[in-house]
């Protein structure tokens, strides 16, 4: 069992920064691949940045160049650094990971706002 608590959402203005958290307790040692995923209102969720255990991180298109994902291997926690908001990254972020059974395990999720 894996458990994952995002922090860091909130109302920003476009071109603003955000940093999203997750910490992440439970059987993290079985983690395959861990990563952020938003899902806006009326659409499906998205992947928007992922890393396996090897260290290999991939980004949506949509936000390369903006937003860097991090992790603190040490403190067992997840970063999403986002710069240059706009509105239309607007929606929940959830914190994700999968263990090595392809078990996939979610946050609950941390609404990120972002205001023209």
């Known amino acids: 069992q894996v458990d994952l608590v995002e922090s860091g959402g909130g109302l920003v203005q476009a071109g603003g920064s955000l940093r999203l958290s997750c910490a992440a307790s439970?059987?993290?040692?079985?983690?395959?691949?861990m990563g952020w995923h938003r899902q806006a209102p009326g659409k499906q969720r998205e992947m928007v940045a992922s890393?396996?255990?090897?260290?290999?991180?991939n980004y949506a298109d949509s936000v390369k160049g903006r937003f860097t994902f991090s992790r603190d291997n040490a403190e067992n926690t997840l970063y999403l650094q986002m710069t240059s908001l706009n509105p239309a990254d607007t929606a929940v972020y959830y914190c994700h990971a999968m263990d090595r059974n392809y078990m996939n395990y979610w946050g609950p999720g941390t609404q990120v706002t972002v205001s023209s």
């Open positions: 439970g059987s993290i040692f079985r983690l395959y691949r």
């Open positions: 890393m396996t255990s090897d260290g290999t991180t």
